[in-house]
């Protein structure tokens, strides 16, 4: 038994060894292919013009923080959910509240909307992702359609459906993702890799919809292949928890929001980071980060209450957007780009544009 | 986590070595396309032309806004 034991040590200290070479060695591959910087290339490109974005909507009925919002495909509505447990529909021009039901679970970190805007998916503190179908009757009991999807064995902090209404994938605080099938509740694939809660996830655009990246606590996010369940690529850059990660509108790199203050972005073909947002005033975590419609923009959303929009080619800061009255939870542009909504835990969502 | 998961860190060693052997593309090369990419994309971008703020939906046409 005792040599069992020590040829138990042996193997995890010449892998832990391996694992250090093999990074180095990763390194040193990547550090090959910078040649030039972004900013140096983007020097003669010309600056971005005046920017004048304000709120346009505020929309106030959440009894608690906000947690999460997800547009829907017709550019007017979207989901929101709450510390409360509370999930709700609105016509975000209108500012009216569409649907509104009660999960059996405080904390609903995670909801989305389905392509086809007739359902969404929430999940959080429960360990699952519930589906609920959406009609157009307003007097519809929701609660009692649930429909529980998605399984884990700790909380689910965020889940998107793919191409269709068929399946979502999740990203939990177990550590892994998952691809499920809504029909049967049926885990499809299984993600492995991370070694800490996973906190965020983004699917590819449509070129590249087999892939999707996922963000987590143990400070990497990393890039998966769909039908192989494999991590294709791990960026490990960032000092603190990575709380969000987004494709960039193209498919060829991705940008990261974490606690360490900064965003982040990175070459998906360079398979290395290229720039890093942050300046000696910002000391706040960024919670959520989405691009704007042709990627030139990315907008922050952080712990200190503010968005930063940040100049992706320059790395300057170009904005700093105040009103709401707590930290920024989730920040998601619109599918057409002329606005983008906040969620914060002030209980109250703002459309800006 | 690692020290005590033999079958999770001999994945990680996998998954390491597969990542040295992928394919990847020279910054030099990359960073024009996406640069090339923002500025084909930039003129229909809601957020950086002025004038298709009046096309914007969510702005308001009048001087007085109820909130």
Redesign the interface.
Known sequence: MACQGLE?GE??AT??K??EA??T??ET??AK??????NT??EK?EP??Q???KT???LKGHGNKVLCVDWCTDK?RMVSSSQDGKVIVWDA?TTNKEHAVTMPCTWVMACAYAPSGCAIAAGGLDNKLSVYPLSLDKNENLASKRKPVAMHTNYVSHCTFTLSDMQVLTSSGDGTCALWDVESAQLLQSF??H??DVLSLDMGPAETSNTFVSGGCDMKAKLWDMRSG?????FETHQSDVNCVKF???G??FATGSDDATCRFY?L????E?AVFSKDSVIFGANSVDF??????LFAGYNDYTVNVWD??KGTRLNILYGHENRISSLRMAP????FCTASWDNTLR?W? | ????D?P??????A??????D?P????????????K???E??P?????N?DLLRN?????TSKCVL?
Do not use: C
Not at chain 1, 269 to 272: E, F, I, T
Not at chain 1, 292 to 297: E, F, H
Not at chain 2, 8 to 13: G, K, T
Not at chain 2, 24 to 35: A, C, D, N, Q
């Open positions: 138990q193997t995890v892998l832990k391996e694992t093999l990074k060695k990763l591959e990547r292919l910078q040649d030039v910087e972004l290339l983007a490109i971005v013009g920017l004048n974005i346009r909507r505020i007017r021009y492995h890799s070694t800490a494999q991590n294709v690529q791990s960039y509108p193209s060829d790199a070459d073909r360079a398979d290395r290229v704007s419609q042709s990627g030139r923009l992706v080619l057409d780009g002329t606005s459309v544009a | 986590m690692d020290e005590l033999v999770l860190m001999q994945m990680h060693v998954g390491l070595k597969q990542q040295i992928t990847r593309e020279k910054l030099s090369v990359t960073l024009p396309e996406l640069i990419w923002i500025e994309t930039m229909k971008d809601p957020f950086l002025d914007n939906p969510w702005v308001e909130l």
